[in-house]
């Protein structure tokens, strides 16, 4: 975590009456800047209050109901505060509409997600040497802005 990105997080556990060493991530959503400017900024609006991530068995370091992170923007700068509310492993083709939905992208239908996601997660999986499938277990999150 760079300078100006601690900084933020430190001046949020102030104002927050959160201690300052409490446990952040801090990521930027998508695999381009692009992506990354557009999901922060609906993430700011209050848009999109959850995500879809490829779930890696044996890693141990998912995400848990509680936890907070920091939206960056596709140039690293923080944008918002959000805390994790909802937590589960799901196989891709389970993934709600209602989960779609709350994504906040495009039209919001799940037809929309479902193509842009296979997409994503085709590339993603391709890149780690991996053929994408149906089943895939996934971590779905939803969370809440709080800042």
């Given at each position: 975590?760079?300078?100006k990105?601690k900084?933020?997080?430190?001046?949020?556990?102030?104002?927050h009456?959160l201690?300052?060493?409490?446990?952040?991530?801090?990521?930027?959503?998508?695999?381009?800047?692009?992506?990354?400017?557009?999901?922060?900024?609906?993430?700011?609006k209050?848009?999109?209050?959850?995500?879809?991530?490829?779930?890696?068995?044996?890693y141990?370091?998912?995400?848990?109901?509680?936890?907070?992170?920091?939206?960056?923007d596709?140039?690293?700068?923080?944008?918002?505060?959000?805390?994790d509310?909802?937590?589960?492993?799901?196989?891709?083709n389970?993934?709600?509409?209602?989960?779609?939905?709350h994504?906040?992208?495009?039209?919001r239908?799940?037809q929309?997600?479902?193509?842009?996601?296979?997409?994503?997660f085709?590339e993603?999986?391709?890149?780690?040497?991996?053929k994408?499938?149906?089943?895939?277990?996934?971590?779905?999150?939803?969370?809440?802005?709080?800042?």
């Amino acid at each position: 975590m760079d300078e100006k990105v601690k900084q933020f997080w430190y001046n949020f556990c102030l104002k927050h009456n959160l201690a300052t060493d409490t446990k952040v991530d801090a990521w930027a959503f998508g695999s381009s800047k692009e992506d990354a400017d557009e999901l922060a900024e609906l993430v700011d609006k209050g848009i999109k209050t959850a995500t879809t991530s490829e779930y890696v068995p044996g890693y141990e370091d998912i995400s848990n109901i509680g936890d907070w992170n920091i939206i960056l923007d596709g140039q690293g700068e923080p944008v918002c505060v959000v805390q994790d509310k909802v937590v589960e492993i799901i196989p891709y083709n389970q993934i709600s509409a209602e989960h779609a939905y709350h994504e906040g992208e495009g039209d919001r239908s799940y037809q929309y997600w479902r193509k842009i996601h296979d997409q994503f997660f085709e590339e993603e999986f391709k890149a780690n040497g991996q053929k994408f499938y149906p089943q895939a277990p996934m971590v779905c999150e939803i969370f809440e802005k709080v800042e």
